[in-house]
């Protein structure tokens, strides 16, 4: 695939990122990714040769200015129950901590959600001994709303494991790159309040409606508007905007709501289709603009080594999010 995103310059060039998580910080930009690592482990549906192990954290003043990597905030070999593979990453600021939420496969090769706190924004961050009670999948996102209630966005198909959990148990027969087809529903991505102290669900996890114009939900045969992973959720003017990619079609979409906990209509398209299979992004405002983090592999050519890069976004009258010209 290739996309307009080719000729934007990458954020850093000495290691490979993906999956941004942006948050402006006590004035500066902080950026969360993935760190690809090279491994000989071939592309296959159930995204093994997405090996990562640690966490990089990034910054810069502003968009535009120089980035500072500011190393490993955290490893795989800290975190007692991870077996492997340290995917997607997102971060939140509450209390005067700063939470780092990840997903990793556990010691029987399920995904769950940790959590790991610092002081400071960059880190080093030191997780919890133990996973998140009641998390699973992956591609944690926060969302912090105005009046300080926190919420966790999750949920991947395919490798991401979101299939195997749609009787509420772990079903492995379910693993690998399956989803339900036909003209019912397509797996929705989950949500769940945070407690005050930002380590555990406070309450159930929910299941996050996505829906059409008529207010039907997307069906499991619409590729081009379904859920696949890579959850966001934002704030503008009173709305809330989920976005998330469509996976297979390589889309980043968007739906806007008037509850963090949904529904959401389908709005439209934010990024069309870049060099790469996956597709995760971003968005924050930076003083008064919007921008989209996201990633392609116009660095490496690979699908498992990618770039970071960022775009402008503006909205129309009407609240529709398009990229700037």
Known sequence: MAGASSHLKPLVSHIYTADPSAHVFNGRIYVYPSHDRETDIEDNDNGDQYDMNDYHVLSLPHIGGEVTDHGVALKQEDIPWVSKQLWAPDAATKNGKYY??????????????????????????????????????????????????????????????????????????????????????ALLPRVAKLSEDMRSFDGEVHELSIVDEEGNLIIA???????????????????????????????????????????????????EPVEGWT???????????????????????????????????????????????
């Open 100 to 185: 780092l939420y990840f997903p990793a496969r556990d010691a029987d090769g399920i995904f769950r959600i940790g959590v790991a706190v610092s002081d400071v924004p960059e880190g080093p961050f030191t997780p919890d001994p133990e996973p998140i009670s009641g998390s699973y999948t992956i591609d944690p996102a926060s969302f912090v709303d105005d009046d300080g209630q926190a919420y966790l966005y999750f949920g991947g198909l395919w490798g991401g494991q979101l299939q195997c959990w749609q009787t509420g148990v772990f079903d492995d027969k379910w693993s690998g790159p399956q989803e339900p087809k036909g003209t019912g529903p």
């Open 221 to 271: 045969d619409d590729h081009d508007r379904r859920f696949f992973e890579a959850a966001w959720t934002h704030k503008y003017n009173g709305k809330y905007y989920f976005s998330y990619s469509t996976g297979d079609t390589h889309y980043l979409c968007y739906a806007i709501g008037d509850n963090p906990l949904g529904p959401f209509t389908y709005a439209g398209r934010i990024l």
């Open 279 to 325: 597709t995760h992004h971003s968005i924050v405002e930076v003083e008064g603009k919007w921008y989209l983090f996201h990633h392609d592999t116009s660095l490496s050519g690979k699908n498992h080594l990618r770039c970071v890069k960022v775009r402008e976004l503006v909205y129309d009258d009407a609240g529709k999010l398009r990229l700037a010209d």
